[in-house]
C-alpha cells in the first residue's frame, strides 16, 4: 500500500466493507476507504485529496510523489 510506504498510514480497523487508515505523519490523520475491489475515480481522486490536504500539497503533488 502506497500510503502506508509513503506516509505511515496503517489500517485501525475494519467495519463491513471499509477500511480505517490512521497516521501520526505531520499530525494524526484518519481516513476511511472501500476495501476490496477496485475504486471508482471519483473515490480515488477523493482520498488523494484529502490525505494532499493533510499533508499540505496538492493533490498533484502527492499524486506525482506516490506514482511516479
Not at 480515488?44 to 485529496?49: E, M, T
Amino acid at each position: 500500500m502506497l500510503l502506508r510506504r509513503h506516509y505511515g498510514y496503517e489500517v485501525a480497523r475494519q467495519t463491513g466493507s471499509h477500511l480505517r487508515l490512521i497516521t501520526t505523519t505531520a499530525g494524526e490523520h484518519r481516513v476511511t476507504i472501500p476495501a476490496g475491489g477496485p475504486l471508482r475515480v471519483g473515490t480515488l481522486a477523493a482520498i488523494l485529496s484529502e490525505v494532499a490536504g493533510h499533508l499540505c500539497l496538492t493533490r498533484a503533488e502527492l499524486e506525482e510523489r506516490l506514482f511516479r
